[in-house]
C-alpha cells in the first residue's frame, strides 16, 4: 500500500484540472469579503467551505469574532504521522480606486483580474484543490494534511491567531501568499508604533507663552533621518532584508492661530530576526532622551499602534532552508515546473510568522505570481494557480505521505 500509493504522484495531480482551480478561484474573487462588507468574509468562508464538503473533503466553519468564520477542512492521515498546515486568509484589501471591475474577475491572456486575486485568493483556491486531489485520489496519508481559510489577515491577524491558541496544529505548514513561486522561509517583524508629543496650547501672536508639539516633531524626524536610518541601513540580516523605519502619517495642531498642543508621527518599522522588539523600541526612546537633553521642556511618548496586531507581536520568521518543509516544496517545485527551485526573501509580513513563533509550525511562504497586490490592477497568473495546487499536493504527499 504504502509503496504504491508513493510511486504515482502523478496520479494525484491529474485529478485536478486547471479550469476547476481557475473556476474556485473566480468564485472566490466574486465574492467581496473586505472589511468595508457588512458581512465581511462570511460568505466566501461558506463558500469554501461548501465547496469543500461537496468534494467529500471534511470541514467546518469556526466562528473567530461575529460574522468572521474560519475554515477549518481537513484530509486526515491514518497513522498520525508527520502533518502539514496550508493556511491562506480569506479577506482582501478593499477595491479603493481599482481600474478595473474588482469583484466581476475576468481572464486575459492567462491573468486573472480582480481584487485578492493575488492576494491571495488565487493560492487559497490552489491549497484547496491540493486536498480536493487528495481526496479524489483516495490516497491514503499517513498524517494530517489541514487547510485553515483565515480572516483578517489585512488587518490584525484574528484568524490565525485563532488557529494558533484553538488548534489544529501542524508539525509544519505553507502560508500561500504569492511569491512568484519561490519559496520564502523567511521574512521581516513589523511593528506600528505611535510618537505622541506633548506641548502647551497658546494664541499664535504670543507663541512663546506656548510650547509647540509640531517643533517637537520635526526635531524628533530630523534626529531619525540623521542618526537612526543609517544605523538601520547598515544593519544586515542572515536572514532577510536589512531594517526599515518609515514615517508613514504626521498629525497635529487645530488650526494656523494655535500653538498646537499635541502631534504624532506613526510609524512603521521592519525589524530583522538579529535584532529584539526592545531594541526596535529602545532606539526611538533614546532619541526621545537626547532631545530632552537639549530642551527639557520636550516631551513625549512611544505607544504600540494597537491597529497592527491583536496579542501576538508581528515577529521576524524564520525557517532554516534544510527544513523539511523546505526540502519538500523545493523537490515538488522541480517535480511540477520542471526547473529548480528559487529560495529568496520577501518584503512583506505574512501570517508565517506567527505560526512559527507562537504556534510552534514552521511555516514558509509559497504560492502563485502576478502583481498589484492592494493595487488599481490586481492580477494572478492563471497557469500558476494549477502549478500551485500541483506543488502543495506533492509537498503534501511528501510530508504526509
Ligand atoms: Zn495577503
Known amino acids: 500500500m504504502a509503496s504504491g500509493r508513493r510511486k ?203 510650547v509647540n508639539a509640531i517643533s517637537m516633531a520635526a526635531r524628533f524626524v530630523g534626529k531619525v533621518e540623521e542618526d537612526l536610518l543609517p544605523k538601520l541601513r547598515a544593519r544586515k540580516s542572515r536572514h532577510t532584508l536589512p531594517p526599515t523605519l518609515n514615517l508613514g502619517v504626521i498629525q497635529g495642531g487645530q488650526q494656523p492661530s494655535s500653538v498646537a498642543d499635541h502631534c504624532v508621527v506613526r510609524i512603521d518599522r521592519r525589524w530583522v530576526p538579529e535584532e529584539t522588539l526592545q531594541q526596535v523600541f529602545g532606539e526611538i526612546l533614546q532619541i526621545f532622551d537626547e532631545l530632552k537633553k537639549e530642551d527639557p521642556r520636550f516631551k513625549a511618548e512611544l505607544r504600540r499602534d494597537p491597529a497592527n496586531m491583536k496579542t501576538m507581536t508581528h515577529v521576524p520568521n524564520v525557517v532554516r532552508k534544510d527544513h523539511r518543509v523546505v526540502v519538500s516544496l523545493a523537490r515538488a517545485i522541480k517535480d511540477v515546473t520542471k526547473r529548480p527551485a528559487k529560495i529568496s526573501t520577501f518584503w512583506g509580513w505574512t501570517d508565517a510568522a506567527l505560526m512559527t513563533h507562537f504556534g510552534k509550525m514552521p511555516t514558509v511562504v509559497f504560492g502563485p505570481g502576478g502583481a498589484g497586490a492592494h493595487s488599481r490592477v490586481e492580477y494572478v497568473f492563471v497557469d500558476d494557480l494549477i502549478q500551485c495546487a500541483h506543488v502543495y499536493s506533492m509537498a503534501a504527499l511528501d510530508i504526509c505521505g
Open 8 to 210: 504515482d504522484p502523478q496520479k494525484v495531480l491529474r485529478t485536478v484540472k486547471k479550469a476547476e482551480v481557475e473556476r474556485l478561484v473566480r468564485d472566490l474573487v466574486r465574492i467581496p469579503s473586505h472589511e468595508d462588507v457588512p458581512t465581511q468574509e462570511k460568505e466566501v468562508a461558506e463558500h469554501l467551505h461548501e465547496f469543500l464538503e461537496d468534494e467529500g473533503v471534511e470541514s467546518r466553519l469556526r466562528t473567530v469574532e461575529r460574522n468572521r468564520p474560519n475554515v477549518i477542512a481537513a484530509v486526515k492521515g491514518s497513522s498520525g504521522g508527520r502533518s502539514l498546515m496550508l493556511n491562506g486568509h480569506t479577506d482582501t484589501v478593499p477595491a479603493y480606486d481599482m481600474n478595473i471591475p474588482p469583484f466581476k474577475p475576468d481572464v486575459r491572456n492567462g491573468r486573472l483580474y480582480g481584487r485578492g486575486s493575488l492576494d491571495m485568493k488565487g493560492g487559497l483556491g490552489a491549497m484547496a484543490m491540493a486536498l480536493v486531489a487528495i481526496e479524489r485520489s483516495k490516497v491514503e496519508l499517513d498524517g494530517n494534511l489541514y487547510l485553515t481559510a483565515v480572516v483578517g489577515e489585512e488587518r490584525r491577524s484574528e484568524g490565525t491567531e485563532d488557529i494558533i491558541l484553538r488548534g489544529p496544529r501542524a508539525d509544519m505548514a505553507i502560508v500561500g501568499e504569492p511569491t512568484d513561486m519561490e519559496i520564502q522561509p523567511s521574512h521581516r517583524g513589523l511593528e506600528w508604533l505611535e510618537a505622541h508629543f506633548h506641548g502647551k496650547a497658546a494664541h499664535g501672536g504670543q507663541a512663546d507663552r506656548g
